[in-house]
């Protein structure tokens, strides 16, 4: 009966809100991402009817509902941003988004996007083949239009990112695209690039606040270990492991038909469409076959995994890195097709070899029984439980375990969670901090979801808080937000890598004092 649940718990049902299906997660959001809550209004009332029936554990909303994550076209979603706490032990680059913090602290005010509703949005958009209307479509009363602008204008306002915005690298604060500081980094990382010999550790250090648009593809593929940083030797090697990938195409992919094999092809060829099936880039058919060839060759290149759902997101970011080299507008709705065939196939080329060196390091993540995303799941519940207890037993009384909502966020790497913008800029991170991928990600994702601590705590049931942990609001997050995140990340990983024990030994000195105390008296 246990089997029978989990199993029908997966199962869609379009009537309850989540995210389990191709299209969830703070990546593809609802489409009028104007309100503040993650979940439908009705919602509301399905969850007091959860209460009255004390739906608590597990098992028992599995048998409430199949599947706690779909997501209706129409439901309105609200964008709630909370921040972390700094500490000063911050590394080069991110005393701005300490100070950053501070002043938010000091006004207490939480900011949200709002949404403007502008002639544009009277378009129904094409999702699909399906025509899905907007929000801004939906009839509205008079009473009820006149109460959404009244607590529009009572909030204060942000920029919006638009949706076809998300791969840019436009900051949430509205920034300017170039500032002197912003010049002054380009100019650094220029001369270290430029250098016959380039120095790995100092471009680490620049790279951890951040790399220059203009200069990313070069930083990723010298960071990945793609590229040697003797500058005379690069072009050699380039040519080199491009010609080696395109040897596999000739030497495997026709097997993509073979018994042996087909299984693996027909997963890919399944999930391909539903990697970010609402940026137009990724369903052109140019580039879906790209991405199948990538996921096809990496997968018989490595049978004690093969090829595992979830890392066909992680082509995206290299993708969009080295296409950027040729693109510098509207990359979202940029036709590849129109590139000459030697760019495509060194674009192809250089995103396969550079995943290929990021999965080196997580392999243990997609072998049988994916160990690595389980031990990283329980490290992650130990940690929090540490850092912040009250989360911690929250979670505890609700039954709500960590696999639940932190696989998605270990297999995936948080894209499913953050535009992907925001992956792009928290990868530069990753790739200059060591074992950034498979180490400092967990502290990263116990910052993200401590960010989110005053909804967790304010969700008193099981299935409102996993659907607030599959679609936290992040859609208008930016570069700003990011730092954020990465600086509290890095103020954990500092408290904590060296001293696992830490609060442990805390807590059982503080007991034996009170012993002691008792005693005395």
């Not at 950034?436 to 960010?451: K, R």
Request: some cysteine; hydrophobic content about 35%.
């Amino acid at each position: 009966m246990a089997t029978e649940n989990r199993i029908n718990f997966w199962r869609r049902n379009a009537k309850v809100p989540g995210s389990v299906q191709p299209v969830y997660g703070a990546q593809h959001p609802p489409l009028d991402p104007c309100l503040r809550r993650s979940y439908p209004k009705d919602a509301k009332l399905k969850l007091n009817n959860l209460k009255s029936k004390k739906t608590s554990s597990f098992h028992e909303f599995a048998r409430s509902t199949n599947d706690a994550w779909d997501i209706d076209d129409d439901e309105e979603d609200d964008d709630i941003l909370g921040a972390p706490a700094l500490c000063s032990s911050l590394p080069s680059g991110l005393h701005s988004a300490f100070s950053q913090k501070q002043t938010h602290d000091a006004a207490g005010v939480a900011q949200s996007g709002i949404s403007h509703t502008t002639e544009d949005d009277t378009e129904p958009e094409l999702v699909n083949s399906k025509v899905v209307k907007s929000n801004s479509e939906i009839h509205l009363s008079t009473s009820s239009v006149r109460s959404t602008l009244q607590k529009q204008q009572s909030l204060p306002v942000r920029p919006v990112i638009p949706l076809v915005a998300r791969i840019s690298d436009q900051n949430a604060s509205g920034a300017p695209p170039m500032t002197v500081r912003e010049k002054s980094r380009l100019d650094k990382f220029k001369q270290l690039l430029a250098s016959a010999n380039t120095d790995l550790e100092e471009l680490r250090k620049h790279s951890w606040s951040g790399i220059p648009r203009e200069v990313r593809p070069i930083t990723w593929r010298l960071l990945s270990g793609y590229l040697p940083a003797n500058k005379e030797r690069r072009e050699l090697v380039l040519k080199r492991k491009r010609e080696e990938y395109f040897g596999f195409i000739l030497q495997y992919y026709h097997s993509r038909t073979d018994e042996h094999y087909k299984d693996t092809y027909r997963q890919i060829h399944i999930d391909i469409p539903r990697t970010n099936p609402l940026i137009p880039l990724f369903q052109q058919p140019v580039v879906q076959e790209v991405f199948e060839r990538i996921l096809f060759i990496w997968a018989i290149r490595h049978p004690a995994s093969g090829y595992v759902q979830g890392i066909n997101d992680l082509v995206t970011p290299f993708f969009v890195v080295f296409l950027s080299e040729f693109v510098m507008e509207d990359m979202e709705n940029f036709e590849v097709a129109a590139l000459s065939p030697d760019i495509q196939r060194n674009i192809e080329a250089d995103s396969f070899w550079c995943m290929s060196k990021l999965l080196d390091g997580i392999q243990d993540n997609y072998t049988f029984a994916q160990p690595g995303i389980q031990n990283k799941v329980k490290a992650l519940e130990e940690l929090v439980s540490r850092i912040d207890e009250d989360i911690h037993n929250h979670f505890k009384r609700y039954e709500v375990e960590y696999l639940q909502f932190a696989f998605r966020w270990m297999n995936n790497l948080l894209m499913r969670e953050l535009p992907l913008r925001c992956t792009i800029r928290l990868w530069d991170t990753y790739q200059s901090e060591a074992e950034g991928f498979s180490h400092f990600h967990l502290y990263v994702c116990a910052a993200f979801l401590i960010e989110w601590r005053k909804e967790i705590l304010s969700m008193v049931d099981f299935q409102g808080l996993l659907i607030l942990l599959q679609n936290l609001p992040t859609i208008h997050w930016g570069n700003e937000e990011v730092g954020l995140l990465l600086a509290e990340a890095y103020r954990l990983k500092y408290t904590f890598a060296d001293a696992p024990s830490h609060y442990k030994r805390s807590t059982s000195s503080l007991q034996r004092v009170r012993r002691s105390n008792v005693s005395c008296l």
